[in-house]
């Protein structure tokens, strides 16, 4: 009982800085949502307390007690009366909620699109996030950039998604409600995050074995930040590594081996695009879509032996002697 | 030891007679119930699918009409009709060869599907895997088609039944039973025509 | 503590005739095309299943104990999840379910048997062997790579994760094929059913007169016919793409992974009605005898049940409220979800007025039916919450909504089930459950239930989605999944306290005699076991309760009807 408490505690304590939380809103989308939901929680929660409330009394009230007699009490079949009471009831309370949800799907799906929109293509493939800026040429994979809300010039965030196999679902909870990325389909949803910051979420729908490990990671930046990551991300790769002969090395394992059919780093001859972008891969936090920290020591054993961290993820062991590894890995940190 | 049989009180109404519908009939309704939800899904897939073709032919381009077919398929619930009627009356002889004539309606039906079918993969190179349209259009037209085997397989037995002379008047309700599933066939054939062969086109 | 209820002469006592010893038992088993007989094979089949799936969801709730966990691999979480899902509502819910009904609805409506009684023994095979099908993926279900063994697709099987490019083998084709066997068993009993109850109620009996648990296996066993035949016309088109290559849902062809969606979960909605219309139906029949009121509004519920039926018929994409529908889709859908919810408050405000003014009786069927009703209620107003799309665009796919359907599946229907087992096993066997055991049960389960799924809808406010093997620490997940997991512990224990309990009073349970509990109803009018001919003279009725008329002459029923 003591132990139950405790771990009550505990829970209660992590849930509170919990970076996923639905009741923790941060975005226009997820803001209407959460007002929503307090409308419907307090609606549900005092249907409960008065039905409920009712039932136990009832169960009290009329329990059979051990002086009673034993006989059956008055048998009552029924009343129109009391049966169109809770019916008609019902039905205004569902009308109200009906309406107050209208809005709100409204309010999120039926906006239209600002001019000055950023348009961010997302494409889902199992187990990792690609995404294209169309009008600003850049294309990255795993964390996504984007502007915080500007008061003066709204420049929301529009996803159009789609996938390139299963079908897949794009959450960030306190940004928006997910919506799903879906073969042979574009589905829109939009974001506008009020504060710099990272935001966490994942794929949330089953999508194969990794789906558990098909994270997300959204950074919203100051306009200015966002500027100069877009800068960073529009170059491509350093043509000139002599200064860096381990990294040079690795670039020519990189080019020779399987790694192009899969791999685009922009500048080179590798223009595979059934994994992820690599030209600025050192730039990213982490690797294996938001499930490992991106250090040259990770970076290693994940090419070394992707099933170790991800079993079941579609990259294969590169096979590659350890030199040739350090020698790879070294050129993938050059990639900024 | 004697049971005590159990009496409990009746109100006055209990004493009319007691008349409850049919079982086989009614359990033949449900079955066409299950049935219909079945086409309809295949039939929804196919309009929904009308013009998603990314490449292949369409179906004006390869379908025609099938009015012998239809012919032979419709006329059959007159004949199989003709059988339950002439089964009530206690006319073996005409049942049988009603059922005859049914059967021999509903495999010439078959036979020009069979014909359109050969036509379309031989001659025309479509099938289930070349389109959308191919996909849709086997698997409705097929599945009516497996449809139709199964009503002939029972009409067939039923008939052999009739002919060695162990069919009576005493079956006329499970006959009309069959019957029913195989109005239900041709229904489903009406629909199929519609949608496949006029709409679709 | 009540009296037990007076014996009267008039009800037939009759000893059930010798069984055969030895192989003759099994054969008469094997063979039998009778109702009672196959109602308690559905049962027992389906509780072995119960404790299969049990244990797989146990295993799962020890790997999410703790974040990254190595408990199982990620391919073995997600077939558990797949077999548990699958398992659960196809072989359990359904042949337990249909098991009470087949054994009750002619003894309810005073009939012999059922309509068709070949059918109602070649239904139940055929569901059978749908699940041993199932199990043998385990170990036949291997393809090329090796990638086979169990499905591992999740129990609604997405394309075009179900396309063969995405699950090679046949694990998929495992799931899709015994899942088919079961749709056919379960329309063959949804046949049965409505011809025996429009066909053969005895005389008297006219459709006001019946029990409205008959009502609702009724209304149940018409959704069948129109909820089941969407799924296995969706299942040929997946079989016909993986192997004919046809491209109903290859979506390189222009095929629409939606489309399976649609097909999904219209079948898929009504499909968790036809699992919960019969727990209505128990809790129908046992609130009213342990509160010794007659049922409060007949009609109503009659009416109630019926207006379930069918607008349960139309809410189904209510699950797609995320897959880009548009305001216009997402909205209708909205409205009917909110509507279906009226006529299932009406049946609970209708259960609370037959207590009130009662006097309640708290045995063992009682307690579970008391936590049915708060239970459901829960469940109902997390269904509202989830009602409200944008809400859901929150909580769809994430814990919350598992610990949603649980509240159902496990805190509504199971507990209805137990109630029913405790109610009828001394029809069905001639003996009590122990009540002491009964009681020791209830505790354990509804402790547990409650640790598992009060504190499970937590994680899915802070964001966790469901179907993962593990997730990372920081997220505020691991303590609610700790208590999760204890919590299933408890349950199973609960569980085991029940499988002993149906052993045990089997050999040791109070002899029940026909009528243990007071009740009104036909099937008690007869000896506990009945005889293979359940009544030996086919009653005639005049009333909604024959018995209650028997035993208050001056007070029939049948003056108020």
């Known amino acids: 009982m003591a132990a139950l408490l405790g771990l009550l505690v505990n829970a209660r304590q992590a849930s509170a800085g919990s970076p996923t939380s639905i009741f923790d809103p941060a975005a226009t989308p997820a803001h209407s949502i959460f007002s929503l939901s307090m409308l419907v929680l307090s609606v549900t929660l005092i249907i409960f307390l008065v039905?409920?409330?009712?039932?136990?009394?009832?169960?009290?009230?009329?329990?059979?007690?051990?002086?009673?007699?034993?006989?059956?009490?008055?048998?009552?079949?029924?009343?129109?009366?009391?049966?169109?009471?809770?019916?008609?009831?019902?039905?205004?309370?569902?009308?109200?909620?009906?309406?107050?949800?209208?809005?709100?799907?409204?309010?999120?799906?039926?906006?239209?699109?600002?001019?000055?929109?950023?348009?961010?293509?997302?494409?889902?493939?199992?187990?990792?996030?690609?995404?294209?800026?169309?009008?600003?040429?850049?294309?990255?994979?795993?964390?996504?950039?984007?502007?915080?809300?500007?008061?003066?010039?709204?420049?929301?965030?529009?996803?159009?998604?789609?996938?390139?196999?299963?079908?897949?679902?794009?959450?960030?909870?306190?940004?928006?409600?997910?919506?799903?990325?879906?073969?042979?389909?574009?589905?829109?949803?939009?974001?506008?995050?009020?504060?710099?910051?990272?935001?966490?979420?994942?794929?949330?729908?089953?999508?194969?074995?990794?789906?558990?490990?098909?994270?997300?990671?959204?950074?919203?930046?100051?306009?200015?930040?966002?500027?100069?990551?877009?800068?960073?991300?529009?170059?491509?790769?350093?043509?000139?590594?002599?200064?860096?002969?381990?990294?040079?090395?690795?670039?020519?394992?990189f080019l020779h081996n399987a790694c192009i059919n899969c791999h685009t780093v922009t500048g080179t001859v590798a223009t595979g695009r059934f994994g992820p972008d690599l030209t600025h891969l050192a730039s990213r936090d982490t690797i294996a879509s938001g499930a490992i920290p991106n250090t040259p020591k990770q970076l290693r054993a994940w090419i070394a032996n992707p099933d170790e961290f991800k079993p079941g993820s579609l990259m294969p062991a590169m096979h590659l002697n350890n030199h040739d590894l350090d020698a790879v890995t070294a050129y993938l940190t050059t990639l900024h | 030891m004697m049971q005590t049989p159990v009496t409990f009180p009746v109100s006055v109404d209990a004493e009319a007679p007691w008349v409850l519908p049919n079982r086989g009939i009614v359990g033949m309704w449900c079955l066409i119930a299950a049935e219909a939800a079945i086409f309809m899904i295949f039939v929804v897939a196919y309009i929904y699918y009308l013009g998603k073709s990314l490449t292949g032919p369409l179906p004006s381009q390869i379908l025609e009409l099938p009015i012998l077919g239809t012919i032979c398929l419709l006329s059959s619930s007159l004949t199989v009709h003709a059988a339950v009627s002439t089964l009530r009356k206690g006319k073996v002889q005409r049942c049988t060869v009603a059922l005859a004539v049914t059967v021999l309606l509903g495999a010439a039906f078959l036979w020009t599907t069979a014909a359109e079918w050969h036509h379309l993969i031989y001659e025309e190179g479509f099938t289930i895997r070349t389109n959308l349209f191919g996909t849709t259009y086997y698997s409705l037209v097929g599945l009516h088609a497996s449809h139709v085997v199964v009503g002939l397989l029972f009409l067939t037995v039923t008939f052999l039944f009739s002919v060695s002379g162990r069919l009576g008047e005493m079956h006329a309700e499970r006959l009309e039973v069959l019957s029913l599933y195989w109005h239900f066939v041709d229904a489903v054939w009406v629909v199929v025509f519609l949608v496949v062969y006029v709409l679709g086109r | 503590?009540?009296?037990?209820?007076?014996?009267?002469?008039?009800?037939?006592?009759?000893?059930?005739?010798?069984?055969?010893?030895?192989?003759?038992?099994v054969y008469e088993w094997l063979s039998t095309v009778d109702h009672k007989k196959i109602g308690i094979m559905y049962i027992v089949y389906a509780l072995i299943f119960l404790v299969l799936a049990g244990a797989q969801a146990l295993l799962m709730r020890i790997q999410l104990a703790v974040p990254n966990n190595h408990f199982v691999t990620p391919q073995v979480f997600n077939r558990l999840f797949t077999m548990h899902g699958s398992t659960m509502v196809f072989f359990v819910g359904i042949p337990i379910l249909f098991g009470f009904g087949n054994y009750l609805i002619p003894l309810m409506i005073g009939a012999r048997d059922m309509a068709f009684p070949r059918l109602n023994a070649f239904s139940f095979w055929i569901s059978a062997f749908g699940g041993i099908l199932l199990y043998l993926s385990y170990f036949a279900g291997s393809g090329l790579y090796g990638a086979g063994s169990a499905p591992d697709v999740g129990w609604f099987a997405y394309a075009p994760l179900t396309a063969k490019v995405f699950s090679p083998g046949h694990s998929t084709d495992y799931w899709t094929l015994s899942i088919l066997m079961s749709g056919i068993g379960t329309t063959g009993t949804a046949i049965n059913i409505v011809a025996t109850v429009i066909c053969m109620r005895c005389k008297g009996m006219t459709m006001t007169r019946m029990p409205l648990l008959v009502w609702l296996l009724l209304v149940t066993s018409c959704m069948v016919f129109v909820a089941v035949s969407p799924l296995t016309a969706a299942q040929i088109m997946l079989t016909l793409d993986r192997y004919l290559g046809s491209h109903f849902f290859d979506t390189q062809a222009g095929g629409s992974a939606v489309l399976w969606m649609h097909f999904f979960w219209i079948f898929g909605?009504?499909?968790?009605?036809?699992?919960?219309?019969?727990?209505?139906?128990?809790?129908?029949?046992?609130?009213?005898?342990?509160?010794?009121?007659?049922?409060?509004?007949?009609?109503?519920?009659?009416?109630?049940?019926?207006?379930?039926?069918?607008?349960?018929?139309?809410?189904?994409?209510?699950?797609?409220?995320?897959?880009?529908?548009?305001?216009?889709?997402?909205?209708?859908?909205?409205?009917?979800?909110?509507?279906?919810?009226?006529?299932?408050?009406?049946?609970?405000?209708?259960?609370?007025?037959?207590?009130?003014?009662?006097?309640?009786?708290?045995?063992?069927?009682?307690?579970?039916?008391?936590?049915?009703?708060?239970?459901?209620?829960?469940?109902?107003?997390?269904?509202?919450?989830?009602?409200?799309?944008?809400?859901?665009?929150?909580?769809?796919?994430?814990?919350?909504?598992?610990?949603?359907?649980?509240?159902?599946?496990?805190?509504?229907?199971?507990?209805?089930?137990?109630?029913?087992?405790?109610?009828?096993?001394?029809?069905?066997?001639?003996?009590?459950?122990?009540?002491?055991?009964?009681?020791?049960?209830?505790?354990?389960?509804?402790?547990?239930?409650?640790?598992?799924?009060?504190?499970?809808?937590?994680?899915?406010?802070?964001?966790?989605?469901?179907?993962?093997?593990?997730?990372?620490?920081?997220?505020?997940?691991?303590?609610?999944?700790?208590?999760?997991?204890?919590?299933?512990?408890?349950?199973?224990?609960?569980?085991?306290?029940?499988?002993?309990?149906l052993v045990h009073s089997y050999f040791r349970g109070k002899i029940a005699g026909p009528d243990p509990w007071d009740a009104w109803t036909l099937e008690w009018s007869t000896a506990s076991p009945p005889p293979s001919y359940n009544f030996a003279v086919e009653p005639t009725v005049g009333s909604r309760r024959p018995l209650w008329d028997l035993k208050h002459p001056e007070d029939p029923d049948s003056s108020y009807e």
């Open chain 3, 269 to 501: 909605h009504p499909e968790v009605y036809i699992l919960v219309l019969p727990a209505f139906a128990f809790i129908n029949e046992i609130v009213p005898v342990f509160s010794r009121k007659a049922i409060f509004g007949y009609s109503a519920m009659v009416a109630a049940s019926v207006g379930i039926g069918f607008i349960s018929l139309s809410v189904w994409a209510h699950h797609m409220f995320t897959v880009g529908m548009g305001p216009a889709g997402n909205t209708f859908f909205v409205f009917s979800t909110m509507v279906v919810s009226v006529p299932t408050g009406i049946k609970m405000f209708n259960w609370l007025a037959t207590i009130w003014g009662g006097k309640v009786r708290f045995r063992t069927p009682m307690m579970f039916a008391v936590g049915f009703l708060f239970q459901f209620l829960i469940a109902g107003l997390t269904g509202i919450m989830l009602s409200a799309a944008p809400f859901d665009w929150q909580l769809s796919a994430s814990y919350f909504v598992v610990a949603h359907f649980h509240y159902v599946l496990v805190g509504a229907i199971l507990f209805a089930l137990f109630g029913a087992f405790y109610y009828w096993y001394p029809k069905m066997t001639g003996r009590m459950m122990s009540e002491t055991l009964g009681k020791w049960h209830f505790w354990f389960f509804i402790v547990g239930f409650h640790l598992t799924f009060d504190f499970m809808h937590i994680p899915g406010l802070l964001g966790m989605p469901r179907r993962i093997y593990t997730y990372e620490a920081g997220r505020g997940w691991e303590y609610w999944n700790l208590i999760v997991g204890i919590g299933a512990i408890v349950q199973a224990i609960g569980t085991l306290i029940f499988v002993y309990n």
């Open chain 3, 1 to 25: 503590m009540a009296k037990e209820a007076p014996v009267l002469e008039a009800i037939d006592q009759t000893a059930p005739a010798g069984h055969s010893s030895g192989p003759g038992v």
């Open chain 1, 51 to 253: 039905v409920a409330g009712l039932l136990l009394y009832a169960l009290i009230r009329f329990r059979q007690r051990s002086t009673d007699s034993g006989q059956d009490p008055a048998q009552v079949y029924g009343s129109n009366q009391i049966e169109l009471s809770w019916t008609v009831i019902p039905i205004l309370i569902v009308v109200m909620l009906f309406l107050s949800t209208t809005r709100v799907i409204l309010e999120t799906e039926a906006k239209p699109k600002p001019d000055n929109a950023l348009n961010v293509t997302v494409i889902g493939h199992q187990f990792w996030w690609e995404y294209r800026y169309p009008k600003l040429g850049v294309v990255t994979a795993n964390e996504l950039h984007i502007p915080i809300r500007d008061p003066n010039r709204p420049t929301p965030t529009y996803l159009e998604m789609s996938s390139a196999d299963v079908t897949h679902s794009f959450w960030v909870p306190r940004l928006a409600g997910k919506t799903d990325l879906i073969p042979n389909r574009v589905n829109t949803m939009w974001l506008d995050p009020s504060e710099a910051g990272l935001y966490l979420g994942q794929c949330a729908q089953y999508c194969g074995t990794q789906h558990a490990k098909m994270l997300l990671r959204v950074y919203a930046q100051t306009p200015q930040d966002f500027a100069a990551w877009v800068k960073q991300q529009q170059q491509p790769s350093r043509a000139d590594l002599s200064d860096q002969p381990l990294a040079e090395e690795g670039r020519m394992v």
